[in-house]
């Protein structure tokens, strides 16, 4: 049997031969599971062939094992984490008032940049328009052509018609079917903020639905959080470019 040599004196003593001084023993345990495995196990050890057989017998040897030696080598720096300079967010939140609108879809989109100048200051950031109303609402749809909120409004009565099946008539016929639409359309919006103005698309605009025959004015809550721009400055009015 080989021998591994190491520097580390055994727990034995002197008393260990030449041959194992300086190595530990550490028992290993083979399981053999059948006959051929053990008899060439035996003749491995010396034994005579078929003196070994028992099945599934569990067969003990011990083999030297050297100490390895400490490692010396120091573990590699852990590299520092580099911070990088987040601009602080920004919030800002208006209350707006728009006149009264008939009833019909209407894009707001220009008021709305008109009564927040605050906006061109923002780099990026998100915007919540929220309506103070139960018989309005808002939307995001085209903004070019005008038969587009005159279609939707017709849409919107056939879905919600007016009548007397409703139980709720306390301000007229046109009551009930306005809370309907109302919570059909939502009271609310959630707009991307880039270099000052919605990031809307081309033919995007933000509509105001009004339900009531006399809603009288609405009110909006508009909430902007972001990154303000680096220098300080504004970018122009979206209106304007």
């Given at each position: ?77 852990i590299p ?40 061109g200051s ?76 919605f990031a ?42």
């Open positions: 049997m080989a021998t591994l040599r190491v520097t580390r004196p055994c727990a034995h003593g002197p008393a260990c031969s030449p041959s194992t001084a300086g190595l530990r023993p550490v028992p290993v345990y083979n399981h053999f599971v059948g006959r051929d495995k053990v008899q060439d196990s035996a003749r491995q050890l010396g034994a005579a062939p078929g003196s070994l057989w028992a099945p599934r017998r569990i067969a003990r040897t011990r083999i030297l094992v050297g100490a390895s030696s400490p490692s010396t080598s120091s573990p590699a720096p520092e984490a580099t911070s990088t300079s987040i601009p602080p967010t920004q919030w800002v939140q208006k209350t707006i008032t728009l006149p009264q609108f008939p009833r019909g879809c209407h894009v707001i989109t220009r008021r709305i940049y008109e009564a927040l100048p605050e906006l923002f780099e990026v950031g998100l915007a919540n328009i929220f309506i103070l109303h139960t018989s309005a609402s808002l939307t995001i749809n085209e903004n070019a052509s005008p038969e587009v909120p005159l279609d939707l409004n017709d849409a919107l009565n056939r879905l919600a018609p007016e009548g007397p099946h409703y139980r709720h008539d306390d301000e007229g016929s046109d009551d009930m079917p306005a809370h309907i639409k109302s919570s059909l359309m939502g009271p609310s919006l959630t707009v991307p903020v880039a270099k000052g103005r809307l698309g081309t033919w995007q605009g933000i509509y105001l639905n009004e339900h009531r025959n006399m809603g009288g004015s609405r009110s909006l809550v508009i909430t902007v959080q972001g990154q303000m721009r680096p220098d300080g400055r504004k970018y122009s009015p979206a209106w304007h470019a």
